[in-house]
Nanobody, 123 residues
Framework: QVQLVESGGGLVQAGDSLRLSCAAS????????MGWFRQAPGKEREFVAG???????TSADSVKGRFTISRDNAKNTVYLQMNSLKPEDTAVYYC?????????????????WGQGTQVTVSS
């Protein structure tokens, strides 16, 4: 089992920055790939960014150049630095953990999820 707890969400204005954190406990954190997804009201959950245990990462085109995913294996934590936020980034952001060799851009790869943290960007 892996338990995931997200934090760092909030209400900000367009152009501001936020950093989300996801703290993991349970099985060996470094053996999992980690990802961030988001779900806006009335929409499906979508991929934001993912990172493998080695540090290799990928992100959605909609956030490239603005969002950066990173991980600290010593702290069992993955981060999502979000800069130049836009109103369309408003959503509940979820952290997930996937076995290392799966495709981290798809929801079906993830075995564990956190409870989510709300990010609201006002115009």
């Amino acid at each position: 089992q892996v338990q995931l707890v997200e934090s760092g969400g909030g209400l900000v204005q367009a152009g501001d920055s936020l950093r989300l954190s996801c703290a993991a406990s349970g099985r060996t954190f470094s053996s999992y790939a980690m990802g961030w997804f988001r779900q806006a009201p009335g929409k499906e959950r979508e991929f934001v960014a993912g990172i493998y245990w080695s540090g290799g990462s990928t992100s959605a085109d909609s956030v490239k150049g603005r969002f950066t995913i990173s991980r600290d294996n010593a702290k069992n934590t993955v981060y999502l630095q979000m800069n130049s936020l836009k109103p369309e980034d408003t959503a509940v952001y979820y952290c997930g953990a996937a076995p290392a060799r799966r495709n981290i851009a798809t929801m079906e790869s993830y075995d564990y999820w956190g409870q989510g943290t709300q990010v609201t960007v006002s115009s």
